[in-house]
């Protein structure tokens, strides 16, 4: 494989045209940044001059309005910034891009929506890319097998018996849980999901930043005996240093973190601090391909546990699933929402075996959208 940013490809792009979703959901989920009442997407198609087309996805969950103002950023701010020049490859349109809107970003202080409107972008222009070179994006990459582990991710505590036991028969080896605010309104089904799964499975909880600074380490203790694989987000990654260090000396539970982390200067400064025993970026936040693989390089390189972040629709799992499989970590493990997720679960074709999501041998991402469904659900934009 050639080095990363030495894979050139030129583009010229003609259009990038981003698709916001909206899908009703049957059950409202209630979470610490808002109420969840239906299936929110921002899918990304770029086309080339050449009629080639290319798929990704931009992060747009909370606020649950913000993703008509990302797609506004994808179609006024980078899609003429695109369309103006021709570009070696994804990896210095990514770059370009960056360059071009940073002091847009510092000036409207948004730099997470550009990041993950940027991240989006990039995402589509690799899968043009793979599929013009007739290769999977995995193997694109470097990556040495297409399948990759994953772990059910449930968005609640308690009531997820029926849920974990579908899991189960799906082959997931590994379950994480909620637990907001108060652990011991949590606890119970965190033993419960002990016994429900066995010894021989990973259990894991997330916190969603929402645990008091002062009280974390304490509550951190609530979860001994358990036999968790981590504590995910048990407070904001902007906390002070100290008290991830304190934390993290006091936790029973190893802890994880990286999903809410916007460059790569970010996760560096952690890594350092020896905190974090799994990492967890977000490639449709922060990144795309053309960030992340050299992230996920030197997360793997640190030691750290690499398990990409992903709650969104099914370019975003493809292309994650794709970073892990490029990284060729023996303990990486890709999230996977286990509950019915509209904008993945109606588009998806990949199949599951034993726990682990098989990419194929497709080129790009492997993802093939039907349009004229996709469209049923799309919100058109002012």
Known sequence: MAEFFDLASELNIASVDPWVLRIPIAEPVVTPMGVVDSAIALFVKVTEKSGETGW????????????????????????????????????????????????????????????????????????????????????LLGGRSDKVSCYASLGRAGGGEALIEQGLQRGFKAFKLRVWDDVDKHLTAYVNARKQIGDD???????????????????????????????????????????????????????????????RE??????????????????????????????????????????????????GLLASGHLLASANTADGSLEYGIEYNPPRDDFITHAFEDGKLVLGDAPGLGVVLDEERLATYRVRLA
């Open 201 to 263: 499975c990973e259990l894991m909880a997330d916190a969603n930043s929402s645990w008091p600074q002062d009280r974390a380490a304490d509550m951190s203790q609530r979860f001994a005996g358990l036999n968790m694989s981590w504590i995910e987000e048990a407070i904001p990654v902007d906390a002070p240093t100290a008290v991830w260090q304190d934390l993290a000396q006091r936790s029973p539970v190893k802890l994880a973190g990286g999903e809410n982390m916007l460059s």
């Open 266 to 315: 970010a996760f560096e400064q952690h890594i350092a601090t020896g905190v974090f025993a799994v990492l967890q970026p977000d490639m449709c936040k922060w990144g795309g391909f053309s960030g992340g693989v050299p992230l996920a390089r030197c997360i793997v390189a640190s030691g750290a546990r690499f398990c990409p972040h992903i709650f969104s629709g099914t370019p």
């Open 56 to 139: 990704g996805e931009v992060w747009c969950n909370f606020p649950r309005y913000g993703a008509a103002h990302r797609a506004t950023i994808v179609s006024k701010t980078l899609a003429p910034f695109l369309q103006s020049r021709s570009f070696a490859g994804p990896g210095q349109a990514w770059d370009a891009m960056h360059r071009a809107s940073h002091i847009l970003a510092l000036q409207s202080g948004e730099n997470g929506p550009i990041s993950a409107a940027i991240a989006g972008v990039d995402i589509a222009l690799w899968d043009l890319v793979g599929k013009r070179l007739n290769q999977p994006l995995w193997q």
